[in-house]
């Protein structure tokens, strides 16, 4: 399951269906670490930080920084639903992944 968002003026993306998909519920608490350029969340339930009531998660600035995620940008969030994680791509990274694809003959 996936979907294409904007990280809103608050840091916070919204993606009701991938949540509950996730079965994350408001006042659970996420867990989130950059690999790669990504953003992967996942519930852990500790931190300070979680989904809210009205469906939305925050990005904390610090994960933002490091993915090189702006306020305003369009991300892509992808849901693993066997491994329970919330996956946030930059445009930049998905940039990157299709250059690459297109670059190795994926364009014919």
Known sequence: MHSIRIVDGNGRIGDRAALAALGWEPGDLLS???VGGLVVINRRNFGKQGVWKSGYLSLPARAREAAGIAI??????????DLGLLVVYPAQVLDDILARRFAEGGGR
Do not use: I
């Open 32 to 34: 989130w670490r950059v």
């Open 72 to 81: 305003g940008d369009r991300v892509l969030l992808a849901a693993d639903l």
